[in-house]
């Protein structure tokens, strides 16, 4: 998504000019625009005029309208977005108040004004035009003296990085320069990766050779990493994949996905932060149902006690038409992370989230058991009829 411009003031009110690029922007555009929202976009109008003699004529002109949303309409498969509603600005072609549909395309610019700008749907703005929220794949191909740091979507691939160093030959009876030459070179890549892979999002990096150099540097940032103590890469260790590459430059990546192992390890860790976090819900409710809780009641509950670990929310429950609604499920995601728990937004177009939209959409994992909210009912029943 290309942020044309972006005009929110510290209340909250504001506009946002963004323009789709891709099939995933239209998704993000999807969930941003909700019914009340104002919407400014070019359309084609047909135009209808009558002579002095009595004749009728009708032309197509294109035009530029504001509408205040009253529905939206998603089609997946021609990827548009069909937005209907009232003419709101003077237009010499459509009375104010008229009713016309605008249809927000890829490549085709929009203007956004909402009453109030949400941390949920600034953070939308963020994750869409900043890739590097968006891109859950990253890889590091390398060779002696030479690797790319690259971030990967499911539509581009992005060089963040390039470490070019001269290694020294190794010599006859003197290796050192070779291997002091080598760990220079190590060093500035685990920097660069720790600069340039945020692993609060990736979920898998590839790191591609040719023969054993990305074994090498793999056993040479786990010791540093072991020595300085350094937690994100321990973490996130087995996030690491090592795999073959014929180059330390970017075409090598073609072969590396070439590899139907690899694509197989790449899919399944789309959303396996998301799969994990309700395996665990489900595991939680079979062994210690009083620290798994879903319902939007239930979990408000466990929120106001400061004890949820770990929200699971649908992306879907953000695009209720209840104004009042999406404002509770905003407050509650922010309530969570103030508390220190962590929050995971599920895509309604994933499987998880799927899942998840079956047990009303919200779920937590709580830090301690509350048997008292078990003996609560709990209105998510109703809650889940609103949003549908």
């Known amino acids: 998504m290309k942020l044309v411009s972006k005009n929110v003031d510290k209340d909250g009110a504001g506009n946002v000019s963004l323009i789709p690029e891709n099939p995933e922007d239209m998704w993000h555009a999807y969930n941003l625009i909700s019914e009340g929202d104002c919407v400014s976009c070019s359309t084609i109008r047909k135009v209808q005029t009558e002579s002095s003699t009595g004749s009728s ?7 530029t309208l504001t509408i205040s949303v009253e529905n939206i309409d998603f089609d997946t498969q021609a990827c548009v977005l069909r937005l209907k509603g009232r003419n709101i600005e003077e237009n010499k072609y459509v009375k104010m108040g008229a009713y016309h549909t605008l249809d927000v395309e890829q490549n085709r610019k929009f203007i956004l004004v909402k009453p109030k700008w949400d941390t949920i749907a600034l953070e939308r703005v963020d994750m869409a035009c900043d890739v590097s929220q968006s891109a859950d794949v990253a890889a590091v191909v390398m060779q002696e003296g030479i690797a790319h740091i690259c971030l990967i979507t499911s539509n581009m691939t992005i060089v963040r990085a390039k470490i070019d160093q001269i290694i020294p030959r190794k010599r006859k009876g003197n290796v050192s320069q070779h291997e002091k030459g080598l760990s220079r070179f190590y060093e500035s890549l685990m920097q660069g990766i720790l600069r340039h892979i945020n692993f609060d999002v990736v ?21 540093q990493a072991v020595q300085s103590d350094n937690k994100i890469i321990l973490e996130n260790r087995s996030k690491f994949m090592l795999v073959h590459a014929s180059s330390g430059f970017k075409h090598s990546l073609r072969e590396v996905f070439a590899d139907p192992v690899v694509v197989s390890r790449i899919s399944d860790t789309k959303a396996a932060g998301e799969v994990r976090a309700l395996e665990a819900f489900y595991a939680m409710l079979q062994s210690d149902p009083a620290r798994a809780f879903y319902g939007k009641r239930h979990v408000e509950k466990a929120n ?28 509650l995601v922010e309530g969570v992370r103030d508390s220190g728990g962590e929050v995971k937004i599920f895509s309604s177009m994933h499987v998880s989230g799927e899942q998840l939209d079956q047990l009303t959409g919200v779920a ?9 909210l078990e003996d609560e009912s709990d209105g998510s029943q109703s809650d889940s009829e609103q949003e549908d």
């Open 57 to 63: 004529n009708s032309y197509r002109v294109r035009t």
């Open 203 to 223: 979920k898998c990096v590839l790191i591609a050779s040719p023969g054993f150099v990305k074994d090498q540097f793999m056993t040479y940032m786990i010791q």
């Open 304 to 331: 106001e006690a400061q004890a949820v670990e770990t929200l699971l929310i649908s992306d879907k429950l953000f695009r209720c038409q209840d104004v009042a609604l999406r404002k509770e499920y905003v407050s």
């Open 364 to 372: 937590a994992l709580l830090r301690f058991p509350m048997p008292e």
